[in-house]
């Protein structure tokens, strides 16, 4: 592979000896999670892998001339999407296999020498044993760990009104217009709906239960919507697309720089 190659930025690209090569330059390993579950009537099962996927091509493109250290780990293409098997077609583990397996999968990365390991989620479902698991490697190996959903790393302002940007957070319009550019023979645009989420009769009926609340209800995806999508993905476009996936593939690769050059040394004074 030549330097400049976005191949080189693959974990299982490469051969034992060429990889005990890059772990001699102090990498960023990247464990890329995705799920596999219903996103409406519209949307394929795979998004959020087809997503995750996506979103790593575009930041290894970015980063390849840089020559950063950085090796992407095989995408986990399922995760923990209880919530959603109510639909045909979801799969899920329990968040006890997750868990399991994710500390299995960070006690290999430690075992070849690499001290840098970052999280990167696409569904939102998982972030909670996601973040235990980074802490809990973080003490149990001494690996130095991030925990990054793609959905944190922010949009280009004025991308999505305030409404979608709040209630659309299952194959709304961001969803939507993310596949129609990586994906679109998947998606089935007839099929697409403005699909109203219940969370926002209650945000408007009380003043302390919601998602993003002081009292944050567990639930399944059918309580939000009998489609089991949130927002409108009627406004879809390709562009919108486009412009979400440059952001964030140019926002991550700027995080790996920073995680790349964390000094492990520095501690709190004493």
């Known amino acids: 592979m030549k330097p400049n190659d976005p191949a080189r930025l693959y974990w299982a690209n ?111 479902g998982q972030v909670a044993p996601m973040d235990i698991v980074a802490r809990d490697l973080r003490v149990k190996y001494d690996l130095l760990t991030f925990s990054c959903n793609w959905f944190g790393l922010g949009l280009p302002d004025g991308l999505l009104s305030e409404h979608e940007n709040t209630y659309g957070i299952h194959a709304g319009e961001l969803e939507t217009s993310m596949m129609l550019q990586l994906q679109p023979e998947k998606c089935r645009m007839a099929k697409a709906q403005n699909f109203r989420s219940h969370i926002e009769d209650l945000n408007t009926n009380t003043r302390h239960l919601g998602l993003g609340a002081g009292g944050k209800i567990g639930w399944k995806a059918n309580d939000l919507n009998a489609f089991g999508a949130c927002g409108d993905a009627t406004v879809a476009t390709p562009e919108t697309g486009e412009a979400a996936i440059n952001h964030v593939a140019a926002e991550f690769a700027s995080m790996l720089q920073e995680v790349h050059e964390y000094d492990l040394t520095k501690r709190p004074a004493t």
Not at 78 to 86: N, Q
Not at 94 to 123: D, P, Y
Request: with cysteine.
């Open 14 to 124: 490469h051969t034992s000896e060429s990889l005990a090569e890059m772990v001699a330059r102090d990498p960023v390993a990247v464990l890329p999670i995705g799920a596999i579950e219903q996103h409406g009537p519209h949307l394929p099962l795979a998004v959020d892998t087809d997503i995750n996927r996506g979103l790593v091509k575009a930041t290894a493109d970015i980063l390849a001339p840089q020559d950063l250290p950085v090796l992407f780990l095989p995408t986990m293409p399922i995760g923990k999407s209880t919530e959603h098997l109510d639909f045909p077609g979801s799969l899920s583990f329990s968040t006890q296999t997750l868990i399991a397996m994710w500390m299995e999968i960070g006690e290999c990365v430690a075992k070849t020498g690499i001290k840098r390991l970052v999280f990167f989620n696409s569904h939102g």
